[in-house]
């Protein structure tokens, strides 16, 4: 996994992901503890999950054909220079929680383009026999970028203010315009469909993901896990600092061991996804991850502000949330990239990442209205139950046609 760092291209690649994504931990995790510690209302948090995923969700599937015709490159720079403007107007304007929402939806709508030509890019400088180490390297560099970036914000959270935060953001994104155009293998796809109109592009994605086994189970399994995901990730923000009353450095800190936790997890991830028959690898990682998420009623029952033991407790489940939520990730990443045909990677990117958002979405305001109607730990508790409910139909899944279908397809893969 590490002999891609002496890639150059990889490199330049990697280092523009770091850079960015550090700046987004950082202002992320400002941003919900600025919202979160003036408010004690978990709608206002669960708003800045929706206004980062809404213009994923609205402009996903248009933008698969501009990555095949623009080049992902450039989609990519252009997506880093916009997030750079927004985030100096970020940083004159952060004192209003609602105007704050609404520049991270700005921010959302250069994630919205950015994300499908990142994952779209994966392909061509990894090449496909080496997307899993692709995969598993970007997880846990992300795992590792989550672990620091949380916990810087809390320090200068703590002696400086959201305005550094947000600068330093700021400059990580002009650093990762900079590498991103370095990197001219990324050129315009050459099967770009052109025998068709826009429309008919979009629609072509659409139909021949549908016909695809493996993209199909994906597709089904995760309607129910990505909106058991957004119930948890709304919530799981709003019980550390509404229920457990975290202070910023500490809010940083538990936010970084969860981030440990997915380093770990993504190791585990790559090395399971080469053992275990990827359905069943799947379905046992849903499971798991809602037993994890459940396990805040014992964390609630046993937390006490006066205890060190408390704050141990925290970080213990929230590295173990880590860990699963990554193992899950790893093999789901993996499948698609492995899967979706070369033509249409641009699109069938663009549409996966649209449908990804849309029900995280989803979860995201059932979250934020079941955790202020009845309660956060409620809403957690649910959350952790859809999870085990997807995964306990296993037995209905192996009773159908589209496993022997997925069978098939993996039989004449090897």
Not at 46 to 68: D, H, K, N, R
Not at 309 to 336: K, Y
Not at 384 to 410: C, D, R, V
Request: hydrophobic share 55%.
């Amino acid at each position: 996994m590490l002999a891609l760092l002496k890639d150059k291209v990889y490199i330049r690649y990697w280092l523009a992901v770091v850079v960015s994504f550090l700046g987004d931990a950082m202002t992320i995790t400002a941003v919900l503890f600025v919202i979160g510690s003036s408010t004690s209302n978990p709608i206002l948090i669960s708003l800045v999950f929706v206004a980062q995923l809404l213009p994923g969700v609205i402009l996903g599937p248009l933008i698969g054909p501009l990555i095949e015709k623009y080049s992902s490159r450039w989609v990519m720079f252009w997506s880093d220079i916009f997030r750079f403007f927004i985030l100096l107007c970020m940083m004159i304007s952060h004192d209003s929680p609602y105007l704050l929402i609404f520049l991270v939806c700005l921010l959302g709508l250069g994630t919205a383009f950015f994300e499908p030509a990142r994952m779209a890019s994966i392909p061509t400088i990894v090449g496909i026999h080496r997307i899993p180490e692709g995969i598993a390297l970007f997880q846990t560099t992300l795992a590792v970028i989550k672990f620091t970036g949380p916990i810087f914000a809390g320090v200068l959270l703590a002696f400086q203010s959201i305005t550094i935060v947000l600068f330093l953001d700021a400059i990580s994104y002009m650093l990762s315009s900079i590498f991103i155009i370095s990197l001219t293998v990324l050129t315009r796809q050459e099967a770009a469909d052109t025998k068709h109109t826009y429309r008919q592009q979009l629609l072509l994605g659409i139909v021949e993901m549908f016909r695809i086994p493996i993209l199909l189970f994906l597709i089904i399994l995760l309607v129910p896990v990505m909106i058991s995901s957004g119930v948890f990730f709304t919530n799981y923000k709003a019980v550390l600092l509404q229920v457990f009353h975290l202070t910023n450095v500490e809010f940083g800190l538990v936010e970084g061991f969860f981030a440990f936790g997915t380093v770990c997890g993504a190791i585990i991830g790559s090395y399971l996804i080469k053992k275990i028959i990827h359905y069943k690898l799947l379905y046992s990682s849903i499971g798991t991850l809602g037993l994890c998420i459940i396990f805040v009623f014992i964390v609630d029952k046993l937390y006490t502000l006066d205890s060190q033991m408390s704050l141990v407790l925290l970080i213990v489940w929230s590295f173990t949330l880590g860990l699963t939520n990554a193992v899950l990730m790893v093999p789901t990443s993996t499948l698609f990239l492995q899967h979706i045909p070369e033509i249409i990677r641009g699109r069938g990117t663009a549409i996966f990442y649209s449908f990804f958002n849309l029900f995280l979405l989803t979860g995201t305001i059932i979250g934020g209205v079941i955790g202020s109607a009845f309660s956060i730990i409620f809403s957690l508790q649910l959350s952790g139950a859809m999870l085990i409910l997807t995964a306990l139909t296993y037995p209905i899944f192996t009773q159908t046609s589209l496993l022997k279908k997925i069978i098939a397809e993996k039989s004449v893969m090897l």
